[in-house]
Protein backbone atom coordinates (compact mmCIF):
# COMPACT_ATOMS: atom_id res chain seq x y z
CA UNK A 1 0.00 0.00 0.00
CA UNK A 2 1.51 2.96 -0.87
CA UNK A 3 1.74 5.92 1.93
CA UNK A 4 1.22 9.13 0.39
CA UNK A 5 1.61 11.33 3.18
CA UNK A 6 2.29 11.14 6.65
CA UNK A 7 0.76 13.35 9.04
CA UNK A 8 2.69 16.07 11.05
CA UNK A 9 2.26 15.39 14.78
CA UNK A 10 3.37 17.18 17.77
CA UNK A 11 4.98 16.75 21.08
CA UNK A 12 2.12 16.76 23.66
CA UNK A 13 3.95 19.56 25.87
CA UNK A 14 5.81 22.63 25.12
CA UNK A 15 8.32 24.94 26.93
CA UNK A 16 6.23 27.76 27.51
CA UNK A 17 9.31 29.83 27.19
CA UNK A 18 8.20 30.75 23.54
CA UNK A 19 4.58 32.61 24.70
CA UNK A 20 7.11 35.73 25.02
CA UNK A 21 7.90 35.61 21.29
CA UNK A 22 4.56 35.28 20.63
CA UNK A 23 3.07 38.77 22.34
CA UNK A 24 6.40 40.69 20.71
CA UNK A 25 5.75 40.64 17.39
CA UNK A 26 1.74 41.83 17.20
CA UNK A 27 3.44 45.24 15.75
CA UNK A 28 3.82 43.69 12.56
CA UNK A 29 0.08 43.36 12.27
CA UNK A 30 -2.87 46.02 11.27
CA UNK A 31 -5.02 46.63 13.85
CA UNK A 32 -8.01 45.25 12.08
CA UNK A 33 -5.88 42.07 10.84
CA UNK A 34 -5.08 41.71 14.98
CA UNK A 35 -8.65 41.45 16.02
CA UNK A 36 -9.70 39.36 13.26
CA UNK A 37 -6.94 36.83 14.23
CA UNK A 38 -7.30 37.08 17.85
CA UNK A 39 -11.07 36.23 17.19
CA UNK A 40 -10.12 33.08 15.00
CA UNK A 41 -7.65 32.14 17.09
CA UNK A 42 -10.04 32.10 20.10
CA UNK A 43 -12.62 30.72 18.47
CA UNK A 44 -10.39 27.27 17.33
CA UNK A 45 -8.86 27.25 21.10
CA UNK A 46 -12.52 27.28 22.36
CA UNK A 47 -13.11 24.10 20.05
CA UNK A 48 -9.73 22.47 20.52
CA UNK A 49 -10.31 22.21 24.20
CA UNK A 50 -14.46 21.94 23.88
CA UNK A 51 -15.12 24.87 25.82
CA UNK A 52 -18.62 26.62 25.31
CA UNK A 53 -17.70 30.00 23.42
CA UNK A 54 -18.12 33.00 25.44
CA UNK A 55 -20.05 36.17 24.20
CA UNK A 56 -20.12 39.30 25.34
CA UNK A 57 -22.84 42.02 25.41
CA UNK A 58 -22.45 43.14 21.48
CA UNK A 59 -22.74 39.30 20.66
CA UNK A 60 -19.04 39.06 19.91
CA UNK A 61 -16.95 36.66 20.54
CA UNK A 62 -14.81 37.31 24.02
CA UNK A 63 -11.13 37.05 22.96
CA UNK A 64 -8.75 34.34 24.65
CA UNK A 65 -5.20 36.13 26.08
CA UNK A 66 -2.23 36.31 24.07
CA UNK A 67 -1.12 34.03 26.80
CA UNK A 68 -4.31 31.69 26.85
CA UNK A 69 -4.16 31.10 22.95
CA UNK A 70 -0.46 30.55 23.57
CA UNK A 71 -0.58 27.46 25.74
CA UNK A 72 -3.61 26.25 23.67
CA UNK A 73 -1.47 25.86 20.96
CA UNK A 74 2.08 24.77 22.52
CA UNK A 75 0.08 22.20 25.12
CA UNK A 76 -2.50 20.81 22.48
CA UNK A 77 -1.02 17.38 20.44
CA UNK A 78 -2.22 19.02 17.43
CA UNK A 79 -1.75 17.38 13.76
CA UNK A 80 -2.70 17.95 9.94
CA UNK A 81 -5.66 16.02 10.26
CA UNK A 82 -7.12 17.78 13.46
CA UNK A 83 -6.94 20.08 11.20
CA UNK A 84 -8.80 18.49 8.89
CA UNK A 85 -11.14 17.81 11.29
CA UNK A 86 -11.42 21.17 11.72
CA UNK A 87 -12.33 22.99 8.43
CA UNK A 88 -15.31 19.66 8.23
CA UNK A 89 -16.95 20.89 10.88
CA UNK A 90 -16.67 24.54 10.65
CA UNK A 91 -15.76 25.06 6.89
CA UNK A 92 -19.46 25.35 5.30
CA UNK A 93 -20.39 27.76 8.26
CA UNK A 94 -18.35 30.91 6.99
CA UNK A 95 -17.67 32.14 3.36
CA UNK A 96 -14.15 31.03 2.00
CA UNK A 97 -12.61 33.76 2.44
CA UNK A 98 -13.37 33.85 6.25
CA UNK A 99 -12.40 30.50 6.22
CA UNK A 100 -8.93 31.71 4.29
CA UNK A 101 -8.31 34.18 6.91
CA UNK A 102 -8.85 31.49 9.73
CA UNK A 103 -6.16 29.49 8.24
CA UNK A 104 -3.85 32.52 7.86
CA UNK A 105 -4.49 33.56 11.84
CA UNK A 106 -3.05 29.84 12.72
CA UNK A 107 -0.44 30.01 10.29
CA UNK A 108 1.15 33.16 11.43
CA UNK A 109 0.54 31.90 15.28
CA UNK A 110 2.20 28.72 14.37
CA UNK A 111 5.26 30.88 12.80
CA UNK A 112 4.90 33.44 16.55
CA UNK A 113 5.21 30.00 18.40
CA UNK A 114 8.53 28.57 15.96
CA UNK A 115 5.96 25.12 15.45
CA UNK A 116 5.28 23.34 12.16
CA UNK A 117 2.92 25.36 10.19
CA UNK A 118 0.41 22.42 9.77
CA UNK A 119 -1.82 24.93 7.51
CA UNK A 120 1.49 24.21 5.07
CA UNK A 121 0.47 19.87 5.13
CA UNK A 122 -0.38 18.34 2.16
CA UNK A 123 -3.54 16.94 3.54
CA UNK A 124 -4.44 20.70 4.87
CA UNK A 125 -4.10 21.95 1.45
CA UNK A 126 -6.55 19.21 -0.76
CA UNK A 127 -8.96 19.80 2.20
CA UNK A 128 -9.25 23.74 1.13
CA UNK A 129 -9.05 23.36 -1.92
CA UNK A 130 -12.07 20.34 -1.48
CA UNK A 131 -14.31 22.71 0.44
CA UNK A 132 -13.77 25.80 -2.37
CA UNK A 133 -15.24 23.34 -4.74
CA UNK A 134 -17.76 22.32 -2.47
CA UNK A 135 -18.69 25.84 -1.68
CA UNK A 136 -18.65 26.67 -5.76
CA UNK A 137 -21.27 23.74 -6.21
CA UNK A 138 -23.43 24.43 -3.11
CA UNK A 139 -23.65 28.00 -4.23
CA UNK A 140 -24.63 27.22 -7.85
CA UNK A 141 -26.96 24.17 -6.85
CA UNK A 142 -25.16 21.45 -7.59
CA UNK A 143 -25.09 19.74 -4.25
CA UNK A 144 -27.34 20.26 -1.61
CA UNK A 145 -26.99 20.11 2.18
CA UNK A 146 -27.79 16.13 1.90
CA UNK A 147 -24.82 15.83 -0.66
CA UNK A 148 -22.84 17.26 2.09
CA UNK A 149 -23.26 15.14 4.74
CA UNK A 150 -23.02 12.15 2.62
CA UNK A 151 -19.41 13.25 2.61
CA UNK A 152 -18.90 13.70 6.30
CA UNK A 153 -18.90 16.91 6.51
CA UNK A 154 -21.07 19.55 8.62
CA UNK A 155 -23.74 21.25 6.24
CA UNK A 156 -24.45 25.18 6.39
CA UNK A 157 -26.81 26.05 8.97
CA UNK A 158 -29.86 28.85 8.41
CA UNK A 159 -27.43 30.91 10.19
CA UNK A 160 -24.38 30.31 8.17
CA UNK A 161 -25.89 31.16 5.04
CA UNK A 162 -24.46 34.12 4.90
CA UNK A 163 -21.47 32.40 2.73
CA UNK A 164 -23.71 32.61 -0.70
CA UNK A 165 -24.49 36.52 0.21
CA UNK A 166 -22.66 38.49 -3.05
CA UNK A 167 -20.48 41.09 -2.97
CA UNK A 168 -21.11 44.97 -2.33
CA UNK A 169 -23.37 46.50 -4.58
CA UNK A 170 -21.41 48.95 -6.45
CA UNK A 171 -22.25 52.36 -5.87
CA UNK A 172 -22.44 53.55 -9.64
CA UNK A 173 -21.89 57.00 -10.70
CA UNK A 174 -25.57 57.63 -12.27
CA UNK A 175 -26.30 56.30 -8.36
CA UNK A 176 -23.80 59.27 -6.93
CA UNK A 177 -25.23 61.67 -8.71
CA UNK A 178 -28.66 61.08 -7.77
CA UNK A 179 -27.53 61.55 -4.38
CA UNK A 180 -25.89 64.50 -4.98
CA UNK A 181 -28.95 65.89 -6.29
CA UNK A 182 -31.26 64.85 -3.67
CA UNK A 183 -28.61 66.50 -0.83
CA UNK A 184 -28.94 69.79 -2.55
CA UNK A 185 -32.48 69.48 -1.68
CA UNK A 186 -32.37 68.79 1.93
CA UNK A 187 -31.22 72.20 3.31
CA UNK A 188 -34.77 72.64 5.33
CA UNK A 189 -34.09 69.01 6.96
CA UNK A 190 -30.42 68.97 7.51
CA UNK A 191 -27.64 71.33 9.08
CA UNK A 192 -26.12 73.09 5.93
CA UNK A 193 -22.68 71.93 8.00
CA UNK A 194 -23.84 67.82 7.95
CA UNK A 195 -24.26 68.42 4.28
CA UNK A 196 -21.29 70.34 3.02
CA UNK A 197 -19.56 67.42 5.56
CA UNK A 198 -21.94 64.21 3.49
CA UNK A 199 -21.22 65.76 0.05
CA UNK A 200 -17.35 65.74 0.67
CA UNK A 201 -17.02 62.58 1.86
CA UNK A 202 -19.21 60.78 -0.36
CA UNK A 203 -17.67 62.20 -3.74
CA UNK A 204 -14.00 62.03 -2.19
CA UNK A 205 -14.78 58.34 -0.93
CA UNK A 206 -15.61 57.24 -4.98
CA UNK A 207 -13.54 59.18 -6.66
CA UNK A 208 -10.11 58.38 -4.61
CA UNK A 209 -11.41 54.63 -4.32
CA UNK A 210 -10.59 54.82 -0.69
CA UNK A 211 -11.36 52.03 2.04
CA UNK A 212 -13.96 52.78 4.53
CA UNK A 213 -11.00 52.88 7.52
CA UNK A 214 -9.31 55.39 5.16
CA UNK A 215 -11.87 57.88 4.28
CA UNK A 216 -13.37 57.56 8.02
CA UNK A 217 -9.86 58.61 9.74
CA UNK A 218 -8.54 60.96 6.82
CA UNK A 219 -6.50 64.14 8.49
CA UNK A 220 -6.04 67.45 6.78
CA UNK A 221 -2.32 67.25 6.86
CA UNK A 222 -2.66 64.65 4.45
CA UNK A 223 -4.69 66.92 2.09
CA UNK A 224 -2.51 69.10 -0.59
CA UNK A 225 -4.78 71.48 -3.03
CA UNK A 226 -2.89 71.81 -6.67
CA UNK A 227 -3.53 73.57 -9.87
CA UNK A 228 -4.95 70.31 -11.40
CA UNK A 229 -7.30 69.03 -8.20
CA UNK A 230 -6.55 67.70 -4.95
CA UNK A 231 -3.56 65.17 -3.60
CA UNK A 232 -3.64 62.94 -0.87
CA UNK A 233 -0.89 61.31 0.51
CA UNK A 234 -1.77 58.05 2.84
CA UNK A 235 1.18 57.46 5.51
CA UNK A 236 -0.28 53.94 6.12
CA UNK A 237 -3.01 51.59 4.52
CA UNK A 238 -3.66 48.09 4.52
CA UNK A 239 -1.22 47.34 1.67
CA UNK A 240 1.25 49.49 2.40
CA UNK A 241 2.22 48.04 6.00
CA UNK A 242 5.53 49.90 6.30
CA UNK A 243 4.36 52.87 5.91
CA UNK A 244 6.32 53.91 2.66
CA UNK A 245 2.93 56.09 1.97
CA UNK A 246 0.66 55.98 -0.82
CA UNK A 247 -0.51 59.19 -2.71
CA UNK A 248 -3.88 59.86 -4.53
CA UNK A 249 -4.57 62.25 -6.94
CA UNK A 250 -7.84 63.45 -7.53
CA UNK A 251 -8.44 66.20 -10.72
CA UNK A 252 -11.52 68.56 -10.77
CA UNK A 253 -14.10 66.89 -12.35
CA UNK A 254 -15.25 68.53 -15.93
CA UNK A 255 -17.87 66.27 -17.03
CA UNK A 256 -19.87 65.87 -13.70
CA UNK A 257 -19.20 69.25 -11.93
CA UNK A 258 -21.57 68.49 -9.36
CA UNK A 259 -19.24 65.32 -8.39
CA UNK A 260 -16.20 67.47 -8.07
CA UNK A 261 -14.56 65.89 -4.49
CA UNK A 262 -12.12 68.77 -4.94
CA UNK A 263 -14.36 71.14 -5.03
CA UNK A 264 -16.91 69.77 -2.49
CA UNK A 265 -13.71 69.38 -0.45
CA UNK A 266 -12.77 73.02 -0.61
CA UNK A 267 -16.16 74.51 0.54
CA UNK A 268 -16.45 71.86 3.51
CA UNK A 269 -12.84 73.33 4.56
CA UNK A 270 -13.73 77.20 4.15
CA UNK A 271 -17.21 76.16 5.93
CA UNK A 272 -15.29 75.30 9.24
CA UNK A 273 -12.87 78.34 9.26
CA UNK A 274 -11.54 78.79 12.22
CA UNK A 275 -12.97 75.47 13.69
CA UNK A 276 -11.13 73.38 11.05
CA UNK A 277 -9.36 70.48 13.83
CA UNK A 278 -7.27 67.35 12.51
CA UNK A 279 -9.98 65.19 11.17
CA UNK A 280 -11.43 65.73 7.86
CA UNK A 281 -14.46 64.05 8.42
CA UNK A 282 -15.98 64.45 12.23
CA UNK A 283 -19.76 64.00 14.07
CA UNK A 284 -21.77 66.93 13.78
CA UNK A 285 -24.74 66.81 15.92
CA UNK A 286 -28.36 67.03 14.49
CA UNK A 287 -28.53 71.05 15.26
CA UNK A 288 -25.26 71.81 13.12
CA UNK A 289 -22.72 72.20 15.80
CA UNK A 290 -19.32 70.56 15.07
CA UNK A 291 -18.15 68.08 17.34
CA UNK A 292 -14.78 66.59 17.77
CA UNK A 293 -13.23 67.80 14.83
CA UNK A 294 -9.16 67.27 16.53
CA UNK A 295 -10.65 64.26 18.79
CA UNK A 296 -12.66 61.63 16.79
CA UNK A 297 -13.13 61.05 13.17
CA UNK A 298 -15.94 59.25 11.97
CA UNK A 299 -16.23 55.46 12.26
CA UNK A 300 -16.13 53.33 9.49
CA UNK A 301 -20.12 52.22 10.69
CA UNK A 302 -20.65 55.66 10.51
CA UNK A 303 -19.45 56.46 7.42
CA UNK A 304 -21.98 53.69 5.77
CA UNK A 305 -25.08 54.25 7.81
CA UNK A 306 -24.45 58.23 6.29
CA UNK A 307 -23.83 56.67 2.83
CA UNK A 308 -27.43 54.41 3.61
CA UNK A 309 -29.08 57.49 4.69
CA UNK A 310 -28.56 59.40 1.75
CA UNK A 311 -29.55 56.21 -0.58
CA UNK A 312 -33.10 55.84 1.05
CA UNK A 313 -33.40 59.67 0.89
CA UNK A 314 -32.54 59.03 -2.80
CA UNK A 315 -35.12 56.03 -3.37
CA UNK A 316 -32.47 53.58 -3.77
CA UNK A 317 -34.00 50.39 -3.52
CA UNK A 318 -32.09 48.14 -1.22
CA UNK A 319 -29.41 50.25 0.82
CA UNK A 320 -28.60 47.97 3.05
CA UNK A 321 -26.97 45.67 0.21
CA UNK A 322 -24.31 48.62 0.01
CA UNK A 323 -21.48 48.35 2.15
CA UNK A 324 -18.45 50.64 2.97
CA UNK A 325 -16.94 48.75 -0.32
CA UNK A 326 -19.60 50.12 -2.55
CA UNK A 327 -17.61 53.09 -3.59
CA UNK A 328 -14.41 51.03 -4.23
CA UNK A 329 -16.36 48.70 -6.33
CA UNK A 330 -18.51 51.41 -8.18
CA UNK A 331 -15.52 53.88 -8.91
CA UNK A 332 -13.64 50.74 -10.17
CA UNK A 333 -16.20 49.92 -12.66
CA UNK A 334 -16.75 53.21 -13.96
CA UNK A 335 -13.20 54.18 -14.41
CA UNK A 336 -12.97 50.59 -16.54
CA UNK A 337 -16.06 51.20 -18.49
CA UNK A 338 -15.00 54.82 -19.25
CA UNK A 339 -11.15 53.48 -20.72
CA UNK A 340 -9.14 54.30 -17.70
CA UNK A 341 -5.49 51.99 -18.27
CA UNK A 342 -5.95 49.22 -15.83
CA UNK A 343 -2.69 50.49 -14.34
CA UNK A 344 -4.35 53.85 -13.35
CA UNK A 345 -7.08 52.41 -11.78
CA UNK A 346 -4.70 49.96 -9.60
CA UNK A 347 -2.90 52.70 -8.27
CA UNK A 348 -6.08 54.71 -7.36
CA UNK A 349 -7.32 51.88 -5.36
CA UNK A 350 -3.90 50.68 -3.82
CA UNK A 351 -3.97 47.25 -4.74
CA UNK A 352 -1.20 45.22 -5.15
CA UNK A 353 -2.37 42.76 -8.05
CA UNK A 354 -4.63 43.14 -11.02
CA UNK A 355 -6.22 39.93 -9.89
CA UNK A 356 -7.53 41.91 -7.30
CA UNK A 357 -8.50 44.80 -8.90
CA UNK A 358 -10.43 42.53 -11.64
CA UNK A 359 -12.56 41.07 -9.03
CA UNK A 360 -13.82 44.62 -8.52
CA UNK A 361 -14.87 45.34 -12.23
CA UNK A 362 -19.04 44.86 -13.01
CA UNK A 363 -19.20 43.78 -16.12
CA UNK A 364 -22.30 45.69 -17.59
CA UNK A 365 -23.09 42.33 -20.13
CA UNK A 366 -21.06 39.59 -21.74
CA UNK A 367 -20.81 42.00 -24.85
CA UNK A 368 -18.87 44.66 -23.35
CA UNK A 369 -15.43 44.77 -24.35
CA UNK A 370 -15.87 41.14 -25.46
CA UNK A 371 -12.49 39.98 -26.64
CA UNK A 372 -14.57 39.00 -30.57
CA UNK A 373 -14.95 42.92 -31.41
CA UNK A 374 -11.30 42.81 -32.18
CA UNK A 375 -11.23 39.52 -34.16
CA UNK A 376 -14.73 40.12 -36.45
Keep these: MLKIFTPYSLPSHFNAD???SYSLQLASLSLNTLRGYLSDLSLFCYWLSSEPVLYDQADKVIHKSQAEIADCLLNTKLSDQVLCRYLELFGFQYKISTIKRKLAALSWAFGQLKLIDLTKAPSVKASFKGLKKLHAQYAANILDSKDIVAMGIVPPTLA?????????????????????????????????ATLLRDKALLSLWWAGAFRRSEIASLQWSFVEFTNEGVKITLPFSKTDQGGNGIIKGINYASKHPELCAVSHLKAWLAFQGASVGRYVFYRISHTGTLVGANKNHLTSVAIVNILRGHLKHAGIQRPEDYTGHSPRRGFVSDAYHAGAPTRSIQKQGGWRSEAMLNTYI????VFDRNATKSVF
Excluded: G, Y
Design 18 to 20: HIP
Design 160 to 192: SENFRRKAAHPLRINTLIDIMAKIDRQLVSLPK
Design 362 to 365: EEES
